[in-house]
């Protein structure tokens, strides 16, 4: 069965730094995809940032130069570093799973992240 475990959320003053983890257990391919994305309430999903295991990181435009996501191969967690936070930041993160970062097919519970001004 394939699972993905986010820790417990956090609050955090502006400009300040947070680092999220994801672990991805039960899926074995040597290939495949994992991003974050983020949502508040009454708003699309937003595209994060995503890691392919061919090496390939994308982020969204809202990100660039502020996030860095990175994966650990020998714990299988995806982290997302998040520095110089601001409050439009704060939402529900969640990380995804997928055969390519065109095709997720699992999403993990989502952990909340609040930003202070």
């Known amino acids: 069965q394939v699972r993905l475990e986010e820790p417990g959320g956090a609050s955090v003053q502006s400009e300040g730094s947070l680092r999220l983890s994801c672990q991805a257990s039960g899926y074995t391919a040597s290939r495949y995809c994992m991003a974050w994305f983020r949502q508040v309430p009454g708003k699309e999903s937003e595209f994060v940032s995503s890691?392919?295991?061919?090496?390939?990181?994308v982020y969204g435009d809202s990100v660039k130069g502020r996030f860095t996501v990175s994966f650990d191969n020998a714990e299988n967690t995806l982290y997302l570093h998040m520095n110089s936070l601001k409050p439009e930041d704060s939402a529900m993160y969640y990380c995804?799973?997928?055969?390519?970062?065109?095709?997720?097919?699992?999403r993990g519970q989502g952990t909340q992240v609040t930003v202070s001004s």
């Open positions: 995804k799973l997928g055969f390519s970062c065109d095709y997720y097919f699992e």
């Open positions: 890691f392919d295991t061919d090496g390939t990181t």
